[in-house]
């Protein structure tokens, strides 16, 4: 079984770098994060690191010596040769993702920081909306000139009236990687208890496996659907159940109940048409 150290890149305060030599640091920091914990996470093959990125960062406009830049021209421009490579390989490699791709925070939701920044549409309300879902905790890069410490907090205006507060752990690079692997990969956080009243996460169920199942920007129950690349099935946990009754509910590739399977992913059947969903 393999779980993801998952990494998102704030691309809101990474905007505010306004010269050379803060955007030349910022990546350089950016890299030690990702060798530092790529080099820990190799150390055990049950672990690999996945970057996430806005799909707007590229194009992204910066205002760098009072002259407005992209993102991406900015790594072209102000970067050397080798630092530019070595960004280039953790940027656009293979576990480089985007999130808009699997978005599961929509934008009639209403997001915002401690510090009153609106954030809807942005990496921090995904972040945030992904620890309310249960799916896992992500861990955010930010520019540390102006975002400082080791967590953040987004408010979630729900039903206009009632504000939920979400704490989100920020990248220190110099945090120790290997302490905070164990804290967070440590195998008995995955582990269900089968007396909980409450329905286990996606990391509790065989969901958590992203070589085989990837998740969706659908959402059923308020959870996230997942596809399994293998079958093309559909999988979500059940949010009514918990406990000996916590289950995954499967549908084929058209939206038609396949069943049930427990959590370890082996089917215990229940077909139920009426479950159907909308593709």
Known sequence: MVFDVNIYIDESSICKISNHNDFHQLVIDLLKVCYVFKSHAENDNSLQLILWKNSELDGAKLSINHTDITFISCVNEILGTEIKRQFKNVFYNKFSKVWNECRVHSDDEFY??????????????????IILIGTYSPLVFVNKNFIQGTHATVIKEVNGSSKISIPIELVNINSNPGFWLR????????????????????????????TRYIKTSMINQGRAIYRCNLTRTLHTVDNLHSGKSAHVEVWDRWGMHLGENDLNGQSIGNVDQSKKITI
């Not at 009153?116 to 909306?129: M, R, S």
């Not at 990969?185 to 958590?208: C, E, G, H, I, V």
Request: proline content about 7%; overall charge negative.
């Open 112 to 129: 915002q920081m401690d510090k009153l920044d609106v954030v809807t549409g942005q990496t921090f309300a995904e972040c945030a909306e």
């Open 183 to 210: 804290s967070n990969f440590n195998p008995l956080k995955f582990q269900y208890n089968s007396a909980s009243t409450s329905p286990p996460t996606d990391n509790q169920t065989y969901l958590r496996d992203t």
